[in-house]
């Protein structure tokens, strides 16, 4: 056995003193080249049958564990890679021991040894989780100290009308029938199935229903991936009826999800007419299509038989290149829309431009293109929108008040090449746009990135608030910063810097010298340091080391670069993404769930990717889906690109940043200050080599989605990757209640009122790009009877 066990230390060893020797070329840490060359000798003394080998791998332990209390202090997650695999070697170190022994108690004393082992591991990461801080940084304002009046008009409680809520996007309900003393008694009152599950092979991996549902009177309304279109019966869940649009699979874009669907009701229509109350869609096909909200039939007053053709005056449009999976904005009668254009695929790709429909009719009111102001409608005859502009592919919000849609834009096609933008593109991307929506004409932009190349676009809503007496929105950001701006000007209300950010990448004189920053609040971490590499041994957090210092990496803002790889952190899922904030209007208090893990990117020059085959997916081979930017041609530039999304290591899926990668948090709206802010996210379903471990303890993992906050001093929130649903207590930031879903939880939940029952629904569809699990169930939670 000692053969066996010496052979596995030196293996090891030779491995960590190999990679420890290029770690420590590159200006990296000595420990692992230490550690290595200690393991080899240790290894060959016990091959000898030596015990003094294993008294060296003791030592080699002893001081590891030193060496992780002064790299990384009290952070367990941190030491799991320096200490829990040397240790579980060291258990074989001791039973070989034990073997090269003649005393009669030799096993005894190994048993002794190995127990002792594994206290001391346990007590050390008791001190570490109870060292970590975790405290509750202020204290809730009180209820009714901020008064805010909602400019929509419209009623959340006994309904839930809107995408988030209302137009003003604060995913609040003044419901307090579910509270934090009572909610550890929820079940599920009823659930569905919506029947809508990848069809065939070539779409299993990009299914990601990402809906919120709405409820207006006695009905719930909800859109499935592809578009199916259900109306239920909110307190037993019994469908009321259904339509299917026929999306065909080819118009899937990256993911097939349908965020929401808008309720309208026309004005001057008796209410016993067909189309008097109508549920609108966007669909993957960049269809927008209009409902009877009674009986599912089409309405044949809106559009041709009841649709729009939303790709109209844009040219040539591949199949999957622009769909509309989130709902369109209803201000003043008008449906306002974007829609996504497939990223990554060409600098030519059709145009971004937004449109605003008539929502009784479907006519086209006025479309906006950036490079063609003038234009009020379609565009002249043989013309087109223009091709490649930035477009909004997530939810705006609105003012009904003001006019106003606040319109979070994206980036020019190409995400990671400036060069060819023109002024215009440079003017309104990565922006917040007002636009009037009488006339499709911007009001005023604010913009959060110059000459974005980190896919840093804008993916949630503005929410609208009052601050300090003034009409106001909170702009969360992918790079973390929250901005609080004037929503009638733009003018920012609290505070904001110009921070100097590297130089340098492919394009160099494209780079700003500076880019803004919020100074009141952001939810962005310090820099990375190589100390933050991780893994699930001291082998693989070595590689990641390694990675770190081969890379370029000057801090937030790092440029991208072709002769290696470059680090973007935060990545292009957050910080904020497309599941914003909750906003307690009440309290005056911001609840964020947000992202925390790096991208490791390259620019993939064009011939070495010609030969790689990357092409536009019009002309590529294979299936659709896949990780976003992970080979993307961006063809007619010099560069593609290629992502790895969360920087993860190929052969056990690890992210080579230590956890955690995900976090919530409650921010004081009228201070900026954080009340409390913790890791969100459990480890149960995450391991290496794709393995769950089912360990239920709080490691902080990628989510997608959003909150919803009551006026009981509750969040509810799922969006995180360990398929649960949970209950948070605005005060402490304690999970009060949690229940485990049928798919992956990566959608904003809702609540509403019915028969004077409060209930709390959740389209528990799962998502390819979390790797969580695929599914068709609504769920629908309440308080029993």
């Given at each position: 056995?000692?053969?066996?066990?010496?052979?596995?230390?030196?293996?090891?060893?030779?491995?960590?003193?190999?990679?420890?020797?290029?770690?420590?070329?590159?200006?990296?840490?000595?420990?692992?080249?230490?550690?290595?060359?200690?393991?080899?000798?240790?290894?060959?003394?016990?091959?000898?049958?030596?015990?003094?080998?294993?008294?060296l791998y003791l030592a080699i332990v002893v001081l590891?564990?030193?060496?992780?209390?002064?790299?990384?202090?009290?952070?367990?997650?941190?030491?799991?890679?320096?200490?829990?695999?040397?240790?579980?070697?060291?258990?074989?170190?001791?039973?070989?021991?034990?073997?090269?022994?003649?005393?009669?108690?030799?096993?005894?004393?190994?048993?002794?040894?190995?127990?002792?082992?594994?206290?001391?591991?346990?007590?050390?990461?008791?001190?570490?989780?109870?060292?970590?801080?975790?405290?509750?940084?202020?204290?809730?304002?009180?209820?009714?100290?901020?008064?805010?009046?909602?400019?929509?008009?419209?009623?959340?409680?006994?309904?839930?009308?809107?995408?988030?809520?209302?137009?003003?996007?604060?995913?609040?309900?003044?419901?307090?029938?579910?509270?934090?003393?009572?909610?550890?008694?929820?079940?599920?009152?009823?659930?569905?199935?919506?029947?809508?599950?990848?069809?065939?092979?070539?779409?299993?991996?990009?299914?990601?229903?990402?809906?919120?549902?709405?409820?207006?009177?006695?009905?719930?309304?909800?859109?499935?991936?592809?578009?199916?279109?259900?109306?239920?019966?909110?307190?037993?869940?019994?469908?009321?009826?259904?339509?299917?649009?026929?999306?065909?699979?080819?118009?899937?874009?990256?993911?097939?999800?349908?965020?929401?669907?808008?309720?309208?009701?026309?004005?001057?229509?008796?209410?016993?007419?067909?189309?008097?109350?109508?549920?609108?869609?966007?669909?993957?096909?960049?269809?927008?299509?209009?409902?009877?909200?009674?009986?599912?039939?089409?309405?044949?007053?809106?559009?041709?038989?009841?649709?729009?053709?939303?790709?109209?005056?844009?040219?040539?449009?591949?199949?999957?290149?622009?769909?509309?999976?989130?709902?369109?904005?209803?201000?003043?009668?008008?449906?306002?829309?974007?829609?996504?254009?497939?990223?990554?695929?060409?600098?030519?790709?059709?145009?971004?431009?937004?449109?605003?429909?008539?929502?009784?009719?479907?006519?086209?009111?006025?479309?906006?293109?950036?490079?063609?102001?003038?234009?009020?409608?379609?565009?002249?005859?043989?013309?087109?929108?223009?091709?490649?502009?930035?477009?909004?592919?997530?939810?705006?919000?609105?003012?009904?008040?003001?006019?106003?849609?606040?319109?979070?834009?994206?980036?020019?096609?190409?995400?990671?090449?400036?060069?060819?933008?023109?002024?215009?593109?440079?003017?309104?991307?990565?922006?917040?746009?007002?636009?009037?929506?009488?006339?499709?004409?911007?009001?005023?932009?604010?913009?959060?990135?110059?000459?974005?190349?980190?896919?840093?676009d804008f993916g949630a809503q503005a929410t609208l608030?009052?601050?300090?007496?003034?009409?106001?929105?909170?702009?969360?950001?992918?790079?973390?910063?929250?901005?609080?701006?004037?929503?009638?000007?733009?003018?920012?209300?609290?505070?904001?810097?110009?921070?100097?950010?590297?130089?340098?990448?492919?394009?160099?004189?494209?780079?700003?010298?500076?880019?803004?920053?919020?100074?009141?609040?952001?939810?962005?971490?310090?820099?990375?340091?190589?100390?933050?590499?991780?893994?699930?041994?001291?082998?693989?957090?070595?590689?990641?080391?390694?990675?770190?210092?081969?890379?370029?990496?000057?801090?937030?803002?790092?440029?991208?670069?072709?002769?290696?790889?470059?680090?973007?952190?935060?990545?292009?899922?957050?910080?904020?993404?497309?599941?914003?904030?909750?906003?307690?209007?009440?309290?005056?208090?911001?609840?964020?769930?947000?992202?925390?893990?790096?991208?490791?990117?390259?620019?993939?020059?064009?011939?070495?990717?010609?030969?790689?085959?990357?092409?536009?997916?019009?002309?590529?081979?294979?299936?659709?889906?896949?990780?976003?930017?992970?080979?993307?041609?961006?063809?007619?530039?010099?560069?593609?690109?290629?992502?790895?999304?969360?920087?993860?290591?190929?052969?056990?899926?690890?992210?080579?940043?230590?956890?955690?990668?995900?976090?919530?948090?409650?921010?004081?709206?009228?201070?900026?200050?954080?009340?409390?802010?913790?890791?969100?996210?459990?480890?149960?379903?995450?391991?290496?080599?794709?393995?769950?471990?089912?360990?239920?303890?709080?490691?902080?993992?990628?989510?997608?989605?959003?909150?919803?906050?009551?006026?009981?001093?509750?969040?509810?929130?799922?969006?995180?990757?360990?398929?649960?649903?949970?209950?948070?207590?605005?005060?402490?930031?304690?999970?009060?209640?949690?229940?485990?879903?049928?798919?992956?939880?990566?959608?904003?939940?809702?609540?509403?009122?019915?028969?004077?029952?409060?209930?709390?629904?959740?389209?528990?569809?799962?998502?390819?790009?979390?790797?969580?699990?695929?599914?068709?169930?609504?769920?629908?939670?309440?308080?029993?009877?």
């Amino acid at each position: 056995m000692s053969i066996l066990v010496g052979g596995l230390v030196a293996l090891i060893g030779l491995v960590l003193a190999i990679g420890g020797v290029w770690l420590a070329l590159l200006g990296g840490s000595l420990y692992y080249l230490l550690a290595g060359a200690a393991m080899i000798v240790s290894g060959v003394l016990l091959v000898r049958g030596r015990t003094t080998g294993g008294w060296l791998y003791l030592a080699i332990v002893v001081l590891s564990l030193v060496w992780a209390w002064w790299e990384v202090g009290a952070n367990g997650w941190a030491q799991v890679p320096r200490v829990i695999a040397p240790v579980v070697l060291l258990l074989g170190v001791i039973a070989a021991m034990a073997t090269l022994s003649r005393r009669p108690d030799r096993w005894r004393l190994a048993a002794a040894g190995a127990s002792t082992a594994l206290v001391l591991t346990a007590t050390n990461f008791w001190v570490a989780a109870t060292n970590a801080p975790n405290p509750v940084l202020a204290g809730l304002p009180a209820a009714g100290t901020q008064g805010m009046a909602d400019p929509s008009g419209q009623q959340v409680g006994a309904d839930w009308p809107v995408y988030g809520g209302t137009t003003s996007a604060r995913r609040y309900s003044p419901l307090t029938q579910i509270n934090a003393e009572n909610v550890g008694k929820l079940e599920r009152a009823w659930t569905i199935h919506t029947g809508d599950l990848p069809s065939s092979p070539q779409i299993r991996g990009t299914y990601g229903a990402e809906n919120t549902p709405l409820k207006v009177g006695d009905s719930l309304y909800l859109c499935t991936p592809k578009n199916i279109m259900i109306a239920l019966d909110p307190a037993s869940g019994r469908e009321r009826w259904r339509y299917d649009p026929k999306v065909p699979d080819n118009a899937i874009p990256y993911t097939a999800a349908c965020r929401g669907v808008v309720y309208y009701a026309v004005p001057g229509i008796a209410a016993d007419q067909p189309c008097a109350t109508r549920v609108i869609e966007g669909t993957l096909d960049a269809r927008l299509i209009a409902v009877d909200a009674r009986s599912g039939r089409l309405c044949a007053d809106f559009g041709t038989n009841g649709q729009v053709d939303a790709k109209l005056g844009m040219g040539k449009v591949p199949d999957g290149f622009v769909s509309i999976n989130s709902p369109p904005t209803l201000v003043r009668g008008v449906l306002v829309t974007g829609h996504q254009v497939l990223d990554g695929q060409d600098r030519w790709a059709p145009s971004g431009v937004i449109q605003g429909f008539d929502a009784r009719t479907g006519q086209l009111r006025w479309a906006w293109d950036m490079m063609r102001p003038e234009w009020n409608g379609y565009p002249p005859q043989g013309q087109e929108w223009t091709r490649g502009t930035p477009n909004m592919w997530t939810m705006a919000s609105g003012d009904e008040q003001l006019g106003l849609v606040y319109l979070p834009m994206g980036n020019a096609a190409a995400d990671y090449y400036s060069s060819l933008r023109r002024p215009q593109e440079n003017e309104f991307a990565t922006s917040l746009v007002a636009l009037d929506v009488a006339t499709g004409k911007p009001r005023w932009r604010f913009q959060a990135v110059r000459k974005d190349v980190w896919d840093y676009d804008f993916g949630a809503q503005a929410t609208l608030v009052d601050y300090k007496g003034t009409p106001a929105l909170v702009l969360p950001s992918k790079q973390g910063d929250i901005y609080v701006l004037d929503r009638r000007t733009g003018r920012p209300l609290t505070p904001i810097g110009e921070m100097r950010v590297p130089g340098g990448g492919v394009e160099p004189d494209q780079r700003a010298p500076t880019q803004p920053v919020s100074l009141w609040h952001t939810l962005r971490k310090p820099d990375l340091a190589e100390r933050d590499m991780w893994g699930m041994s001291p082998i693989d957090q070595m590689i990641c080391r390694i990675q770190f210092r081969r890379a370029s990496y000057k801090g937030f803002f790092t440029p991208p670069e072709a002769d290696r790889h470059s680090i973007e952190y935060p990545g292009y899922n957050g910080g904020t993404d497309w599941g914003g904030i909750a906003v307690d209007p009440a309290r005056g208090v911001i609840v964020a769930n947000y992202n925390d893990m790096p991208n490791y990117v390259r620019l993939v020059p064009r011939a070495e990717a010609d030969k790689l085959g990357w092409a536009p997916r019009d002309q590529a081979r294979g299936n659709i889906g896949g990780a976003e930017g992970a080979g993307d041609p961006q063809a007619n530039t010099p560069f593609a690109i290629n992502v790895n999304a969360g920087w993860r290591l190929p052969f056990t899926g690890m992210l080579c940043k230590q956890p955690p990668y995900g976090g919530i948090r409650a921010i004081d709206m009228a201070t900026g200050k954080t009340i409390w802010d913790r890791a969100f996210g459990e480890a149960r379903t995450n391991g290496p080599f794709g393995i769950p471990s089912m360990l239920p303890i709080t490691i902080g993992t990628p989510n997608n989605g959003g909150a919803v906050v009551t006026a009981s001093g509750l969040i509810f929130v799922a969006a995180a990757t360990d398929n649960l649903i949970r209950a948070i207590d605005l005060r402490t930031g304690r999970t009060v209640w949690k229940d485990v879903l049928p798919g992956g939880g990566q959608a904003t939940p809702m609540t509403y009122e019915m028969n004077g029952k409060q209930y709390l629904v959740l389209y528990a569809g799962g998502h390819h790009f979390m790797e969580t699990p695929v599914s068709d169930e609504v769920v629908a939670y309440a308080l029993p009877s």
